[in-house]
């Protein structure tokens, strides 16, 4: 399972061309990475728990789905007022606004029983596993 929830992070490597990428674009909006959903996933024997960064998301903006051992997290923050003065005169504009989503596989689920809480913009949601589900290794015989 380990190497499972590892695998879900394996987007850390997309984009080794970063520099290259963001060639051409504003010196202060270098990095578009706000529009990503930050998460850390935890493992217990009883439990799966995933802590996702959400800052500035309304809860009402928000959206739970588990279906077919997938839960599927989506948000999004509406645009801001313009807060330039008269002249324009803006200097960085970092605060991203927009929709975003994200799955996690998550099999032998409670689904009955997960429940989510948004606090100080981060969203915690605890995937309670099945009773009856227990984590067997599949070896393999190499001929």
């Known amino acids: 399972m380990a ?10 490597m997309e984009g080794s061309d970063a520099f290259f990428n963001n060639l051409g674009r504003s010196f202060f909006n ?9 998460s850390d996933v935890e ?3 009883k439990s799966y728990r995933l802590l996702i960064d959400l800052p500035g998301v309304d809860k009402k903006d928000m959206q739970l789905d588990y279906r077919n051992d997938i839960l ?11 807060q330039s003065d ?3 005169n803006l200097l960085a504009s970092e605060r991203s606004y927009g929709r975003v989503s994200r799955q996690y ?10 429940t989510a809480k948004y606090e100080a ?15 067997t290794a599949n070896k393999i015989e190499i001929e």
């Open 3 to 12: 190497n499972e929830l590892s695998n879900r992070f394996s987007d850390l």
């Open 30 to 38: 270098f990095d578009d990475s706000e529009l990503k959903m930050r």
């Open 43 to 45: 493992e217990t024997p």
């Open 72 to 82: 599927t997290v989506a948000a999004k923050r509406d645009s801001f007022s313009d």
């Open 86 to 88: 008269a002249a324009g």
């Open 105 to 114: 596989r998550f099999p032998d689920v409670e689904r009955d029983k997960i």
């Open 121 to 135: 913009g981060v969203l915690t949601v605890t995937l309670p596993k099945k009773k009856d589900a227990v984590a």
